[in-house]
C-alpha cells in the first residue's frame, strides 16, 4: 500500500537552515504537502508542490520534488524557535481523496 | 480561505459512556469530509470518510458500530465515540476537501479514564 517515510527528529540552530526529507511509494500522487503542528494543535498547511513540478518557493519555504525517486524535501531558511514543530509530508491522489501522511518530523530550534 | 470549526477541543470522559465530536464547514459545502485519528508520537491514520446523506466509508480495522459518524447536512459532519475505552484515548481530526486544497478542524483531545 501506499507509504510515506520521513526522518523522525531534526535538531538545528536558530538561523541555520532545516531541511526535512521524505520519500513516498505513491506514483500517481497528484499533489505533495507540508503540514505542520504545532503541541496540541491542528494541522497548518505550509505549503503544497503539484507533481508535476519540481520545486516551489514561497518565503523562507523551498520544496523539491524528485518525482523519479520519489524524494521530497522542505527547506526553512533562516529557522526561528517558532518553527519548532512536528512537519507532516503528505501525500494527495485525486482532488477530494484522502491524504497519506507520513509519522512527522520534529524539528527543534534552539537558540 | 474556507474555515473549519471542531468541538469540542478536549473532552475527558468515563470508560463506557459516549462522546460526541463535531465538524462543521462554515463558509463551504462540503459533500465529503475525513476523519482522522493520531496517537502519541505517531502519524494521522484515516478512520473513514463521511458522505452527506449516505453512509461513511471506514477504513479496515476501524469498527463503524464503535465510531458511528453522521453526515446530515453539507456543513456538519459528527464522529461518536460509543463506549469509549481507555485504548480510544486519541487525538481526533477532521478534514474538508476543497478546492485547491484540504481544511484541517483544530482536533479533538479525547482522554477516557
Known amino acids: 500500500g501506499e507509504d510515506v517515510e520521513q526522518s523522525l527528529f531534526l535538531s538545528v540552530r536558530e538561523g541555520d537552515s532545516s531541511v526535512i526529507n521524505c520519500t513516498y511509494t505513491d506514483s500517481s500522487s497528484t499533489y505533495l504537502y507540508w503540514y505542520k503542528q504545532e503541541p496540541g494543535a491542528g494541522l497548518q498547511l505550509l505549503t503544497y508542490i503539484f507533481s508535476n513540478m519540481d520545486m516551489k518557493q514561497d518565503q523562507r519555504l523551498t520544496v523539491l520534488l524528485n518525482k523519479k525517486d520519489k524524494h521530497l524535501s522542505l527547506r526553512i531558511a533562516d529557522t526561528q524557535t517558532g518553527d519548532s514543530a512536528i512537519y507532516f509530508c503528505v501525500e494527495g491522489g485525486q482532488a477530494g481523496t484522502a491524504l497519506i501522511f507520513g509519522k512527522g518530523t520534529t524539528l527543534s530550534v534552539s537558540s | 480561505g474556507a474555515v473549519v470549526s471542531q468541538h469540542p477541543s478536549w473532552v475527558i470522559c468515563k470508560s463506557g459512556t459516549s462522546v460526541k465530536i463535531e465538524c462543521r464547514s462554515l463558509d463551504f459545502q462540503a459533500t465529503t469530509m475525513f476523519w482522522y485519528r493520531q496517537f502519541p508520537k505517531q502519524s494521522l491514520m484515516l478512520m473513514a470518510t463521511s458522505n452527506e446523506g449516505s453512509k461513511a466509508t471506514y477504513e479496515q480495522g476501524v469498527e463503524k458500530d464503535k465510531f458511528l459518524i453522521n453526515h446530515a447536512s453539507l456543513t456538519l459532519s459528527t464522529l461518536t465515540v460509543t463506549s469509549a475505552h481507555p485504548e480510544d484515548s486519541s487525538f481526533y481530526i477532521c478534514?474538508?476537501?476543497?478546492?485547491?486544497?484540504?481544511?484541517f478542524g483544530s482536533g479533538t483531545r479525547l482522554t477516557v479514564v
Open positions: 478534514s474538508v476537501p476543497r478546492e485547491g486544497g484540504y481544511t
